[in-house]
T-cell receptor, first 113, second 113 residues
Framework: SQTIHQWPATLVQPVGSPLSLECTVE??????LYWYRQAAGRGLQLLFY??????ISSEVPQNLSASRPQDRQFILSSKKLLLSDSGFYLC????????????FGQGTRLTVV | GDSVTQMEGPVTLSEEAFLTINCTYT??????LFWYVQYPGEGLQLLLK?????DKGSNKGFEATYRKETTSFHLEKGSVQVSDSAVYFC????????????FGKGTKLSVKP
């Protein structure tokens, strides 16, 4: 069966520090991968998606970047965190060809102080 | 672009009460529609889905019917339990090649004993 792992679960980082959140998927090949952010009162915002290794599409220009160094690995990064980067970050995958649903990781609660 | 609008929360109900959470959408083409649930501190889980007009998705006592004429996908449950307390997200998946999920802002449900 397929599983998705996301870590860390919680993170407290000072303003200006770097960020690296990792997500890996098991049990499937060539998934579509997604990073979402959930900020208080703002619902879920799609940040990045990837259809293959090295292929990243950004939905919202901001202080973050994403990379996909391996087929089932998706990394969310920042060189310098801002207070506004605080939120709940969710990784998700869906099967290709197009599947009807996405599967989510447990999320990372990031607090920038 | 495509969008999802769902009723603002929070919604507070007593156990065994009837639940309706409204969801309407705007989309070109024929999207698939979903309800996801997020329990406290966790990622999102698919609750139910419908892929074409007049389909009814159901799971764990929850139901939603894809109404193309009213562009709606309202979530209902006849008798809620305390364990249903969570945030509920309505979402659509567009019919394009990318098929990204677009979420509503979420509705927090609290069920009191």
């Amino acid at each position: 069966s397929q599983t998705i792992h996301q870590w860390p679960a919680t993170l407290v980082q000072p303003v200006g520090s770097p960020l690296s959140l990792e997500c890996t998927v098991e049990g499937t090949s060539n998934p579509n991968l997604y990073w979402y952010r959930q900020a208080a009162g703002r619902g879920l915002q799609l940040l990045f998606y990837s259809v293959g290794i090295g292929q990243i599409s950004s939905e919202v220009p901001q202080n973050l970047s994403a990379s996909r160094p391996q087929d089932r690995q998706f990394i969310l990064s920042s060189k310098k965190l801002l207070l506004s980067d605080s939120g709940f970050y969710l990784c998700a995958w869906s099967a290709v060809p197009r599947s009807f649903e996405a599967f989510f990781g447990q999320g990372t609660r990031l607090t920038v102080v | 672009g495509d969008s999802v609008t769902q009723m603002e929360g929070p919604v507070t109900l007593s156990e065994e009460a009837f639940l309706t959470i409204n969801c309407t959408y705007t989309a070109t083409g024929y999207p698939s529609l979903f309800w996801y649930v997020q329990y406290p501190g966790e990622g999102l889980q698919l609750l139910l889905k419908a892929t074409k007009a007049d389909d009814k998705g159901s799971n764990k006592g929850f139901e939603a019917t894809y109404r193309k004429e009213t562009t709606s996908f309202h979530l209902e449950k006849g008798s809620v339990q305390v364990s249903d307390s969570a945030v509920y997200f309505c979402a659509l998946r567009d019919g394009g090649s990318q098929g990204n999920l677009i979420f509503g802002k979420g509705t927090k449900l609290s069920v009191k004993p």
